[in-house]
């Protein structure tokens, strides 16, 4: 069985070269609008991927074409009675499978060098072949794949989802001047007049989301090495477009200062295994929460509709 830093550089590689190929960062694929697009989501049990898992699906998806969010492992499809196909001939052996990794965490007792029982608690990576449904055979299943049902919102109805989440944050989010930014001392987020934007307004409106939901009073994020700048401005990428994905916003293809952005995170990605892990779980645990306030917003209001007696309409 691979190491954890076997498995932590084998990842690592497979980013670097879906860079280094000429795309842009694997993480910026533009979404769809339809409902059965978008971040990689288990099948069974309706959970998002997570950590470096999404960036994984989306390299297989780049690399095959695929255009479902839905995966599961090969035994999860069959129980469905679905049929995983047959690797095609020009895809390599051990490359129509996706790899997806899981932090299990172990507890073992040793003894200290003072005599002492300690309980040593460590993570250890495992890693779980998957499938996308796009490779799985079976009609039943066709309401899992993209293009099955279009999203029937309006351009306009899809943009006043993404104001609902944001508004539910109560961030202090302020308009006017040239830039964007998250002032981390006096905790808000400065943003140009909308007229300002085209498409991007809400790309770059998640980028600073991200930094605000690091910040000290709510996540209390910490980069890990002495790049931190690059650290957290990849953490806020990759969030962003996490947060893109989840609300159907628009990805741009160009990315702001993409060659020097580019070189800084291949350099880090090359020099040290564990970068590309930290960005992705911080940008997936920065998602989650930007995402929560609306989610929570919603569940009261649900409750209280159920709590609230039905009133007879003559």
Same mark, same amino acid.
């Given at each position: 069985?691979?190491?954890?830093?076997?498995?932590?550089?084998?990842?690592?590689?497979?980013?670097?070269?879906?860079?280094?190929?000429?795309?842009?960062?694997?993480?910026?694929?533009?979404?769809?609008?339809?409902?059965?697009?978008?971040?990689?989501?288990?099948?069974?049990?309706?959970?998002?991927?997570?950590?470096?898992?999404?960036?994984?699906?989306?390299?297989?998806?780049?690399?095959?074409?695929?255009?479902?969010?839905?995966?599961?492992?090969?035994?999860?499809?069959?129980?469905?009675?679905?049929?995983?196909?047959?690797?095609?001939?020009?895809?390599?052996?051990?490359?129509?499978?996706?790899?997806?990794?899981?932090?299990?965490?172990?507890?073992?007792?040793?003894?200290?060098?003072?005599?002492?029982?300690?309980?040593?608690?460590?993570?250890?990576?495992?890693?779980?072949?998957?499938?996308?449904?796009?490779?799985?055979?079976?009609?039943?299943?066709?309401?899992?794949?993209?293009?099955?049902?279009?999203?029937?919102?309006?351009?306009?109805?899809?943009?006043?989802?993404?104001?609902?989440?944001?508004?539910?944050?109560?961030?202090?989010?302020?308009?006017?001047?040239?830039?964007?930014?998250?002032?981390?001392?006096?905790?808000?987020?400065?943003?140009?007049?909308?007229?300002?934007?085209?498409?991007?307004?809400?790309?770059?409106?998640?980028?600073?989301?991200?930094?605000?939901?690091?910040?000290?009073?709510?996540?209390?994020?910490?980069? !890990?090495? =002495?790049? @931190?700048? %690059? *650290?957290? &401005?990849?953490?806020?990428?990759?969030? #962003?477009?996490?947060?893109?994905?989840?609300?159907?916003?628009?990805?741009?293809?160009?990315?702001?200062?993409?060659?020097a952005y580019l070189k800084g995170w291949l350099a880090r990605m090359k020099g040290d295994a564990g970068f590309i892990f930290r960005a992705s779980s911080a940008?997936?645990?920065?998602?989650?929460?930007?995402?929560?306030? !609306?989610? =929570?917003? @919603?569940? %009261? *209001?649900? &409750?209280?509709?159920?709590?609230?007696? #039905?009133?007879?309409?003559?």
């Open positions: 069985m691979p190491s954890n830093a076997q498995i932590r550089q084998d990842i690592t590689n497979q980013i670097v070269a879906s860079i280094e190929s000429g795309n842009l960062p694997p993480w910026r694929k533009t979404w769809r609008s339809c409902p059965n697009s978008g971040w990689p989501v288990n099948v069974v049990s309706r959970k998002s991927y997570s950590g470096v898992n999404p960036i994984l699906c989306m390299i297989a998806s780049m690399r095959h074409g695929f255009q479902s969010k839905h995966w599961a492992t090969f035994n999860q499809w069959s129980k469905m009675n679905g049929r995983v196909m047959k690797r095609p001939d020009h895809v390599k052996p051990g490359q129509w499978g996706t790899k997806v990794v899981f932090a299990s965490r172990i507890t073992k007792t040793k003894t200290d060098k003072h005599g002492q029982e300690v309980e040593d608690k460590f993570f250890v990576l495992k890693q779980y072949t998957i499938f996308c449904v796009d490779q799985v055979e079976g009609a039943h299943l066709n309401h899992l794949r993209a293009g099955y049902s279009a999203d029937t919102r309006t351009e306009f109805e899809k943009l006043e989802h993404a104001e609902a989440v944001f508004a539910a944050t109560n961030a202090d989010v302020r308009h006017g001047g040239n830039e964007c930014f998250y002032n981390p001392s006096l905790d808000y987020i400065q943003m140009p007049n909308r007229e300002r934007f085209n498409a991007e307004y809400y790309e770059s409106l998640s980028h600073e989301f991200v930094h605000w939901s690091l910040n000290e009073r709510r996540l209390n994020w910490k980069a !890990s090495s =002495e790049h @931190s700048y %690059a *650290e957290e &401005e990849l953490v806020a990428e990759i969030g #962003a477009c996490f947060l893109a994905s989840e609300l159907g916003i628009p990805i741009t293809e160009t990315l702001d200062n993409h060659s940008a997936s645990r920065a998602a989650d929460f930007v995402l929560s306030f !609306s989610q =929570e917003l @919603s569940s %009261a *209001e649900a &409750e209280g509709a159920e709590a609230t007696p #039905a009133i007879a309409m003559s």
